[in-house]
Structures are given as structure tokens and as C-alpha cells.
């Protein structure tokens, strides 16, 4: 049998218990992007694209760059030249990870080995960064 007590105890504690679920599940807004600082957002490196091509993302966060084809090599380079893989994406499952932590910029990246043939190519947005230009 429950006391007098402790069933009071319980009545007092479940709407804090409520609100604070409520809290969580609203999140403090409708938008879901860019991501929550310390992240890290996946891209697919297929054959001859990258998915998605265009990420948005805050200050602190990483992007992780995984081969999902069947291409033998593929690179992840920055326009900008702060950061490249080199050759490390030789095959499936291999990956390349960069942290960004310069908010409002744009970094345009490319596939040195399929950029002049399919237009690999992507944009990481840190922050309020701008937009990627339409015919980058």
C-alpha cells in the first residue's frame, strides 16, 4: 500500500516531470539545421557525386566524408585549400573526417579525380556562412 505521502510526492513530481519532457521534445524551435555544435554530419562519397553535395553546419562541428561506391580513388579537397584528404578514399568504407570550427564561411570541396569529368562537388555553410553559388 502507498502512503498519503509519497503518492503526494509523485503528484508533485510528474508535471515537472511533463514540462520537462515537453522541453526536450520541442527543442527551442522548428529548425533542424545547421546542427547542434559538437556533431558530426555524414556525407556518401557514390560513384561520381557526393550525397547530400551541400551541408549546413555550426562552428565545432564535423563532417565526415564516407566512400559508399565502387570507384577505386576519390578525394575530398577544399577549394580553399584548408583541408584534403590525399588519397586515402580507395574503397568502400573508407573515410575522411575534417572538423570546422570558422563560422560564416562557405568552403567549396571537390573530388580531384572527378571534377573535371562529373562535376563532384559539394559546400560545407558553417554558420551564417553565405549560400554556395548556383554554378559553383
Do not use: E
Not at 503526494?8 to 508535471?15: D, E, F
Not at 555544435?37 to 555550426?58: A, R
Not at 573515410?95 to 562537388?121: A, D, E, P, R, W
Amino acid at each position: 500500500m502507498v502512503s498519503r505521502r509519497k503518492f503526494r510526492g509523485v503528484l508533485l513530481l510528474t508535471p515537472l516531470l511533463a514540462l520537462g519532457l515537453a522541453a526536450l521534445a520541442c527543442g527551442g524551435g522548428g529548425s533542424s539545421s545547421p546542427t547542434s555544435p559538437g556533431q558530426t554530419v555524414t556525407v556518401q562519397i557514390m560513384d561520381n557525386s557526393f550525397n547530400p553535395k551541400d551541408v549546413n553546419i555550426n562552428p565545432g562541428d564535423t563532417v565526415t566524408w564516407v566512400d559508399m561506391g565502387s570507384a577505386p580513388l576519390h578525394t575530398v579537397s577544399a577549394g580553399d585549400g584548408s583541408f584534403d584528404s590525399g588519397n586515402s578514399l580507395t574503397g568502400k568504407g573508407k573515410s575522411f573526417s575534417h572538423t570546422f570550427n570558422t563560422g560564416g564561411v562557405t568552403v567549396l570541396y571537390y573530388c580531384k579525380v572527378h571534377q573535371s569529368c562529373c562535376l563532384m562537388q559539394g559546400a560545407v555553410v558553417v554558420g551564417s556562412g553565405p549560400p554556395p553559388n548556383p554554378g559553383y
